[in-house]
């Protein structure tokens, strides 16, 4: 099976702009998760998704959104983006929670 | 929301030493998952283990439940193992994974 691939891998933007990212999960994998990874704050949970539902979002400002589709496959946005946005954005799928398996992130930089 | 430490924060190992790292958790879980994040920043998951003891050749994993941590052993440490490791549990409200802050290690050769 093909892991999680994440696209693009690596995205420069400015301040005030905006950037979807995507994730593609492991074939028959309906949960994905992402996360914010960042020297300072490590790794914090973003939303999860199942079946095009969001079952929970981390404390993160209405900026960040995201949403499934049906073939399991997230999409998140960052809206009006700011110099603390650059990281490493991280999805990871599983089947029910359980063990997940995280793609290879997408580097943000915003100048 | 459930707490996770990770203890050492930081560790230099000879290349072939031994190492032991811990992670405490202030809550029951169902569900514990180590992984080892390489240079690159890829996670790669290393065990899923609420409870018990599993190994994975170099590497073996212990989740004492009842008490509320879990150790991930590295024997005979090679270079390849340097980067950080995480130890991830679900928190109380569900659908959502905490990570611990993490232990990073260094094996000089």
């Known amino acids: 099976k093909a892991g999680v691939t994440q696209t693009p891998r690596y995205l420069i933007k400015t301040r005030g702009q905006q950037v979807t990212l995507s994730c593609s999960p492991i074939?028959?994998?309906?949960?994905v998760s992402w996360y914010q990874q960042t020297p300072g704050q490590g790794l914090q949970f973003l939303f999860e998704?199942?079946?095009?539902?969001?079952?929970n979002k981390g404390n993160f400002p209405g900026r960040f959104s995201g949403r499934q589709f049906s073939n399991s496959r997230s999409e998140m946005n960052v809206s009006t983006l700011e110099l603390g946005d650059s990281a490493l954005y991280l999805c990871?799928?599983?089947?029910?929670?359980?063990?997940?398996?995280f793609g290879p992130g997408t580097r943000l930089l915003v100048l | 929301g459930i707490q996770v430490e990770q203890s050492p924060p930081d560790l230099i190992l000879q290349e072939g030493a031994n190492s032991t790292l811990r992670c405490n958790f202030s809550?029951?879980?169902?569900?514990l998952q180590w992984f080892h994040q390489n240079p690159w920043g890829q996670l790669i998951n290393l065990f899923y283990?609420?409870?018990g003891t599993k190994q994975n050749g170099r590497l073996s994993a212990t989740t004492v439940a009842t008490e509320r941590y879990s150790l991930l052993y590295i024997s005979s440490s090679q270079t390849t193992d340097s980067g950080v490791y995480f130890c991830?549990?679900?928190?109380?409200?569900?659908?959502?994974?905490?990570f611990g802050a993490g232990t990073r290690l260094f094996v000089k050769a």
């Open positions: 990871a799928s599983s089947t029910h929670q359980e063990t997940q398996y």
């Open positions: 074939s028959g994998h309906r949960s």
């Open positions: 998704y199942f079946s095009e539902t969001q079952r």
């Open positions: 809550d029951s879980v169902n569900n």
């Open positions: 283990i609420p409870s």
């Open positions: 991830a549990v679900p928190d109380t409200g569900g659908f959502k994974t905490i």
